[in-house]
């Protein structure tokens, strides 16, 4: 099965509002990246954590390696962040390989 | 600094041919990396480098898709012979060490009649 479930896979958001994106994984993971696909296609890092939270601007994301999930809180919403949002998460193997999730297809609307 | 570079952007072929897609990595990055971005499938390695080394090569995706890196500022991905089920956006990534994030190149979108 899917290392990485990501959900929800659609989020429809009003401007000024908030939610959140959530990551689940099905072993342990060592760190966590998290990424928008921009209008051309590219891939966009947001955050990369091993652990703990980080913050920037109106985006936060926690990682929790041993409750194995990770989050991505969007606050105060605006129309530029819509897109297709992913995390991404690197077995603890001991290689740098990353196994994304799904996605995540956030429309924001006035 | 650059970051990295995928070319050729969009790529048509006819079933049966031989594409070359092409990377070159954020500039002193020791891991880069290959994988495939299909609607149904989402994104999946195909190959990975460590200090030019081939560290993993896809398993399914041994048999027609070869990955190389000749030097440390370049690498191909060539698809021999192609068929329509490998029409996808191939991306290539980058990163500086284990423990550093990955960066990802604007992709090329292959399409096979």
């Known amino acids: 099965g899917d290392q990485v479930e990501q959900s929800p896979s659609a989020l429809s958001l009003h401007e000024g509002t908030g939610s959140a994106l959530r990551c689940n994984f099905t072993?342990?993971?060592?760190?966590v990246q998290w990424f928008r696909k921009n209008s051309r296609g590219s891939l966009i890092n947001l955050f990369y954590?091993?652990?703990g939270t980080k913050e920037n601007g109106r985006l936060k994301s926690a990682f929790d390696s041993k409750e194995r999930y990770s989050t991505l809180h969007i606050r105060d919403a605006q129309l530029e962040d819509s897109g297709t949002y992913f995390c991404?998460?690197?077995?603890?193997?001991?290689?740098?390989?990353?196994?994304f999730g799904k996605g995540t297809v956030l429309l924001v609307s006035p | 600094d650059a970051g990295v570079t995928q070319t050729p952007r969009h790529e048509v072929a006819e079933k049966g041919q031989t594409i070359i897609l092409k990377c070159e990595p954020v500039?002193?990055?020791?891991?880069l990396f290959w994988y495939r971005q299909t609607k149904i499938q989402g994104l999946e390695l195909l190959s990975y480098?460590?200090?030019?080394?081939?560290?993993?090569d896809g398993g399914a995706f041994k048999d027609r898709f070869k990955a190389e890196m000749l030097n440390s500022s370049f690498s191909t991905l060539k698809i021999q012979p192609t068929e329509p089920k490998d029409s996808a956006v191939y991306l290539c990534?980058?990163?500086?060490?284990?423990?550093?994030?990955?960066?990802f190149g604007p992709g090329t979108r292959l399409t096979v009649l």
């Open positions: 072993t342990t993971m060592r760190a």
């Open positions: 480098f460590r200090s030019k080394s081939l560290m993993e």
């Open positions: 991404a998460a690197e077995v603890d193997s001991g290689y740098n390989k990353l196994t």
């Open positions: 954590l091993a652990s």
């Open positions: 500039s002193g990055h020791n891991d």
């Open positions: 990534a980058s990163s500086q060490d284990w423990g550093y994030e990955q960066y």
